[in-house]
């Protein structure tokens, strides 16, 4: 969605300024200062100038020479008009037709000086031919859970500002729009809007008629990063804007598209209660997999925005969240929470609840599992994307020889002894989980209350605390990759740039597997980018799958 910009016309603007009184003091002292801040324009104008000549080759120099542009206070007003319209320059000409109309009650006391420029917007819309205008108004920041509005490929459009400007003259006012699919940056641009005098009614400016890009490949949803910059570098709003790119008329018409409801369940598996919960009635099915000591309310940011154009799925693991927590012991098993056993869980979930075959999304350890599952039985596994996946640095094979006997010890000592649920209870606690997720988040302002709780809950019930001791003490089972070089389907991992847990130069080696499709980084993201930044996390998910989403020959979900 690049932008570019007409050259400034001073009446475009409509401007409608009181004259100056000629007889008052103080505004003649406001339009001296008036007069200073044009000089000061003028002087940045002729730099900028000096250093576009120093840009210059001999031989364009020569041509162009005798239409160098004087901006001289000792030039004539006809000679400066002749040359702003031979080089484009318009300093000028807005200065003869604002300077001497500025209402200079507008201004502010000018002899402050740490006054600075103000540019309040008020709206951003988006006018397309046959529709009815978008307009965003401030704030522009969108939820993570709405798409703020959708263009149809291929269509015409041109965007709209509506500012103020108050304090100062704004000197060299610039819009900048970077664009984001997927995670990753796909385009930037910038258009210069001008310099504008302050005054009470807003500015409208309108950027030239642009036209949407078309193709399957640029469908989807993006991320639109707006602000505008002056001179003087004051950026005066900011803000993300979730937009799409449709191939339908009539998407194009939802620029709100209304939220679908979630509904919780329980799924009996091998006699135990499992927790589920899902939306979406159509579309391909995704099968939202947590990590440790999380539950499937970990993806609240995802599976309703996912939901719209999907059939989904969010799952509790055996011994997590509200599922079933069976004590090990009393099972008579010696490991019973491993991978092989979630692996089980999950494939069967795609046999018997979603009755077909699925993208698994995961986080954290829950990569493992999607992993383990999709090895065990391929057919069921359209494609994996794994965010932030486990490394497994307490492994029994990426332990250092001479700390394996302390950490098995250490593990034992937790195990079997009451020092393992005294550990646990320091751990569940609210200022404990919160001091956690503070750690793993990057920004920390998505780790409120309602997110502890989420975690922490849980983990109050009977059997949570065997459940924590029992991982914890698990260093045997698969690794990431041990199992990426077997897996039969397309897998995209994605890594938080800033996690503490997992570093991403140790993750980067899991893009060189072949059938890793693309390695992505997160930006300024933690651990856990589904609740930290679901603006990245939900158009990267919609992107991989609607490129794998071709229909195989049909399949058996039917187990001999």
Known sequence: MSASVEALSPSKHNIIVSPFNENDNQNKMMKKGMNEQIKKLEQEEEVEENANKCNTNVDEQEDNGNKALDLSLQASSSLQQENDKNNGRRLQ?????????INLGKLGDNTKQNDVPEVEIISISIMCRGRSDIVLSEPFA???KACLFTLKEGSRYRLRFKFIVSNKIVSGLKYINTLWKAGVRVDRS????????????????????????????VRGLYCARTKTTTKLRHSKFGGLLLCALSSSVDDAEKTNIPQVEVKTSMWNWRGFSIRYQYAGSSGPALVLVHGFGA????????????AQSHRVFSIDLIGYGYSDKPNPRELQVENFYTFETWGSQLNDFCMDVVKDEAFFICNSIGGVVGLQAAVTQPQLCKGIVLFNISLRMLHITKQPWYGKPLIKSFQNLLRNTALGKFFFKSVATREAVKSILCQCYYDTSQ???????????????????????EFICYSGGPLPEELLPQVKCPVLVAWGDKDPWEPLELGR?????????????????????????????????????????????????KVS
Do not use: M
């Open 93 to 101: 000409k807005w200065k003869e037709q604002n300077l001497e109309n």
């Open 142 to 144: 969108s939820s993570p």
């Open 190 to 217: 910038e258009a210069l809007l001008g310099s504008f005098s302050p005054k009470e009614e807003p500015y409208s400016y309108e950027l030239r008629e642009d036209t949407a890009p078309s193709g399957i490949f």
């Open 295 to 306: 539950n499937s309310d970990h993806w609240r940011k995802n599976l309703p925005v996912l």
């Open 447 to 469: 780790v409120t209350d309602e997110l502890v709780e989420i975690i922490l809950l849980p983990g109050l019930e009977p059997g949570a605390a065997d459940v924590f001791l």
């Open 509 to 557: 080696t899991y893009g060189e597997f072949d059938s890793v499709e693309d390695f992505v980084v997160l930006p300024d993201v933690g651990h856990c980018p589904q609740d930290e930044a679901p603006h990245l996390v939900n158009p990267l998910i919609e992107s991989f799958v609607a490129r794998h989403s071709a229909p195989r020959a049909s399949i058996s979900l």
